[in-house]
Structure formats: C-alpha cells, structure tokens
C-alpha cells in the first residue's frame, strides 16, 4: 500500500501520549511507501476541519524532545463521532489520498476507528485503520494495563504519600477523591504509597462496589477510633445500589459531556459532600476534602519511566502491525512473565465501546480497600526510583516533672 498517514489524539490528556504520537510518527517515517505523515490537530475535529500538521518535516530531535512532554502536543477532543461523522471523516481521509489512519486515545477512539474501518471497507478504499491505546483509567478491555495509567498511578501514589504523612502530623479526617467513572485502578493506586500498616489510605471506595453512605460512615469512625485519624481515597464514579452517581444527589441539574455523561472532575462537590456528611453525622471538626482533578493526567514531575517506553512501543507496534501486517484493529498490551510485555492486535470489534473495570481478586470483601494481589499488579508499571517515607524511632525519654 502506498499513501499518506494521520495520526491524532482524543480523549483526556496523559503524561506519555505523545510518545506513542511519536513512535507512531518516526516508525512511518522508516517505510519508503509512506509519503507523508500528518498529525491532525484536535483530534478527529480536526480531521473533518481538515487541520493537518505535517510531521514529516519535523526534526527527530524535536520529536524526541516532544515525546518526553506530557499533554496531547496535537490538541485533542471530545467529539464523540457517529456514522455520519465517522463517514465524514473517510471522506477526508479518501481525498488526502491516506492509507493508514492511526487513531491514540481510549474505547471511543477505538470504536471510532472501527466505524471508519467499516466504511473504507464498505467503499473498496485501501485504508488501514489502527487504534493506540491511551486512558488513565485503565478500562480497555483486552489489555493488562493501558499507557498513561501507570504515571497517573505514580502521581496518585506519591500523593497520598504526602497526605498520609501530612495527617499524622496533624490529625484528623482526609478524604481525596480521584478519577475514575466506572473503573477504580486510579483510585486503588493509592495504596501504593504505604510503608506501615498504620499509614493511609486507610479506606479506599471504588465504582466497582456500591457505596452505602451509613456504611462509609462506620467505616471512618472506627478508623478513627483505631488509628486516631483516616485517610480516605474515593473515585468520582462511585454510586449507590440503583446505579446512581453520589455526586447526582448534589444538585437537579448537571453538566454532561459530548458521550452523555455527567461531568465528575473539576467540581469538587463530591468531596464537599462527603466532608459534610463526616462532619454533620460524627462531629468531627478536623475534616478536609480534596479533588485531585486535571493533576492526574500531565503531571510532568513523576512520570513512570515503564509507561514511557511501552507508550513509545505501542505507536510503533501500530504502524508495524499496519504497514507489514496489513491489518485493522487496536493494539494491546499482554504482560509476561514477572514483568515483561508482548503487545497484541486485538479486533476493533472487541475493543470499541467496551469498559473493564477492576477484577473482584483486587478488592477486599468489605469493599473498603484494595488486595495484596492489586499491589502486585501494580507496583511493576509505576516505575524505578519511586520515594518512600520514613518515620522516626519513638525512643521517649522518661518524664522528670510529669512522671
């Protein structure tokens, strides 16, 4: 096949999507059938707007140096395609003369290349359409990790570190709420930051189990009574027995996204109300309430050297699987052995639109915490060189006055 190739981003940002942008980029830039390569600005947006950077005249230096930034360096987007968008969009990419569509971002992403496969198909058209894997939520189906999780989960984890040793400075009730709608990895990497049994997060709720306002209640006054302070991880998606986000009960109107979901970041109400119903039912005067927010995505000061690279690879793998292969689908990544990673095709069919969320053997039976068997999964793809927190020996001298 010969022709033109596009790349583009969508979705939320991350601290490593531009190192697929760029494996994605240099591996084309290897095959003499490739002409040109384009990167559409703002994402698929950018496609039908016909917004194309051409990245074949960008230096490899610089595109090495763009790798290793976070944030999406060609814009993204939210639009959610449709047919008659995604039809739109190979229209475009049939009049560009483009060959091999690749697509980095999460499950709409890969629907989308789906749907616009599906069409090229449907008209004769050569196109070979390839989803990059990207979400900090971790919830594509078919792969052990997606990239841009384990940095964000670096983040997560060194700073509930800090909130812990923050708390047992002065103490009192913390309650930190992070991203995550249906799938609560994010969340759980909280724990990872633990050195003592005694350290926080001390309960951690995610939109895998239902949440039971009298329950959390319980949960923290005997953590308090035990430790004489809590420290609480939440994920912004949890809900109660009938499905229905605890955020919702704050107000008769909210904001939704282009994909028909209730905005959950950027609020904070969720943490206002929890603080609140701490307050309001215990008594308890120390409580304060934290959205993490945008932080998780670019945090650019603790990004996982392991994501950094496998997000290299899966653009790479992409435009091999595309160009060599001759192939549709989206690119996964099935780990081996103790750690190491192979990466797989998987069918847009199986990918697109889909949601994982986190297996049973990851949470605890009260539904309050996370397994040892997480921990395990985790600490591998967060990276070398990860701080720890150290305590001094409680050696007490006698009393002289007040013995």
């Given at each position: 096949m010969f022709g033109k190739v596009v790349v583009a981003q969508g979705g939320g940002p991350t601290a490593t999507i531009n190192e697929s942008l760029v494996g994605a980029v240099l591996e084309s830039r290897k095959f003499s059938n490739i002409e040109r390569v384009y990167g559409a600005y703002h994402g698929v947006r950018g496609i039908v707007d016909e917004e194309f950077l051409d990245l074949t005249q960008e230096t490899t230096h610089n595109l090495e140096a763009v790798g290793m930034t976070p944030s999406s360096a060609l814009g993204s987007t939210r639009d959610k395609p449709d047919y008659e968008y995604c039809k739109e969009i190979f229209r475009v990419l049939k009049a560009h003369e483009v060959g091999y569509f690749f697509y980095i971002g999460g499950n709409d992403s890969s629907d989308t290349c789906r749907i616009v496969a599906e069409e090229a198909r449907k008209a004769d058209y050569p196109l070979r359409c390839v989803h990059i894997p990207?979400?900090?939520?971790?919830?594509?189906?078919?792969?052990?990790?997606?990239?841009?999780?384990?940095?964000?989960?670096?983040?997560?984890?060194?700073?509930?570190?800090?909130?812990?040793?923050?708390?047992?400075?002065?103490t009192g009730v913390y309650i930190g709420v992070?991203?995550?709608?249906?799938?609560?990895?994010?969340?759980?990497?909280?724990?990872?930051?633990?050195?003592?049994?005694?350290?926080?997060?001390?309960?951690?709720?995610?939109?895998?189990?239902?949440?039971?306002?009298?329950?959390?209640?319980?949960?923290?006054?005997?953590?308090?009574?035990?430790?004489?302070?809590?420290?609480?991880?939440?994920?912004?998606?949890?809900?109660?027995?009938?499905?229905?986000?605890?955020?919702?009960?704050?107000?008769?109107?909210?904001?939704?996204?282009?994909?028909?979901?209730?905005?959950?970041?950027?609020?904070?109400?969720?943490?206002?109300?929890?603080?609140?119903?701490?307050?309001?039912?215990?008594?308890?005067?120390?409580?304060?309430?934290?959205?993490?927010?945008?932080?998780?995505?670019?945090?650019?000061?603790?990004?996982?050297?392991?994501?950094?690279?496998?997000?290299?690879?899966?653009?790479?793998?992409?435009?091999?699987?595309?160009?060599?292969?001759?192939?549709?689908?989206?690119?996964?990544?099935?780990?081996?052995?103790?750690?190491?990673?192979?990466?797989?095709?998987?069918?847009?069919?199986?990918?697109?639109?889909?949601t994982r969320v986190m297996p049973d053997e990851f949470i605890n039976a009260e539904g309050n915490d996370v397994t040892d068997a997480f921990r395990m999964y985790l600490r591998p793809l967060v990276g070398s060189s990860m701080p720890e927190a150290y305590r001094l020996r409680l050696n007490h001298v006698p009393k002289v006055l007040k013995g």
């Open positions: 990207k979400t900090i939520d971790n919830d594509l189906v078919g792969s052990d990790h997606s990239p841009g999780f384990p940095s964000a989960a670096r983040f997560v984890s060194q700073a509930f570190m800090g909130v812990n040793l923050d708390n047992a400075a002065l992070v991203m995550g709608r249906h799938a609560g990895f994010l969340t759980a990497a909280s724990t990872l930051g633990k050195k003592f049994p005694e350290d926080g997060p001390h309960l951690i709720y995610m939109p895998e189990r239902h949440f039971d306002e009298d329950k959390f209640l319980d949960d923290v006054k005997k953590t308090q009574e035990k430790y004489g302070r809590c420290v609480v991880a939440v994920s912004e998606g949890i809900a109660d027995k009938d499905g229905t986000p605890i955020v919702t009960k704050l107000a008769s109107e909210q904001e939704k996204d282009a994909h028909g979901n209730v905005q959950l970041s950027g609020t904070g109400a969720l943490a206002d109300l929890l603080v609140d119903a701490v307050k309001n039912n215990l008594g308890y005067k120390r409580v304060r309430g934290d959205t993490f927010g945008y932080l998780q995505r670019s945090f650019a000061g603790c990004v996982s050297d392991v994501d950094q690279r496998e997000a290299r690879e899966v653009g790479e793998k992409a435009v091999q699987y595309a160009v060599w292969g001759d192939q549709n689908g989206s690119v996964a990544i099935e780990r081996t052995g103790f750690y190491s990673v192979e990466y797989n095709l998987l069918n847009l069919d199986y990918v697109g639109g889909q």
